[in-house]
C-alpha cells in the first residue's frame, strides 16, 4: 500500500466482506487472490486486480475469470495496470 500511496494513489484499506459488498462501482479494488477470491470475481467494483503470491494462486484465479492478476510483489505491473485503468476512464463529472 505504501508504493502505491507514494504515486498519489488513493488507498482505503477494507478488512471485513461486507466493505466489499458495498465496493463504490466507480472504484477499482485490489485484494489477494488468496484471501478474497471468491468474493471477488462478481465484485461491483468497476475493475478487481488480484495480487497472487503464488503461481497456483495465479492460476486458479485466472481460471476463475479474473480479469486481472499481478503477481503481489510486482510492483511495477501493478502501477502499470493501474495507469492503464486510469488512462482508459473518464473523470467522474
Do not use: K
Amino acid at each position: 500500500m505504501a508504493s502505491l500511496r507514494a504515486e498519489g494513489i488513493r488507498v482505503v484499506p477494507v478488512n471485513r466482506v461486507a466493505n466489499l459488498e458495498m465496493w463504490p462501482v466507480t472504484d477499482v479494488l485490489v485484494a489477494y487472490a488468496a484471501h478474497s477470491m471468491h468474493w471477488l470475481i462478481d465484485a461491483r467494483a468497476a475493475h478487481v486486480i488480484l495480487l497472487a503470491e503464488t503461481d497456483e494462486d495465479r492460476s486458479v484465479a485466472e481460471r476463475s475469470g479474473a480479469a486481472s492478476v499481478v503477481a503481489s510483489g510486482d510492483t511495477a505491473a501493478l502501477l502499470s495496470l493501474l495507469r492503464t485503468i486510469a488512462a482508459a476512464t473518464p473523470a467522474p463529472g
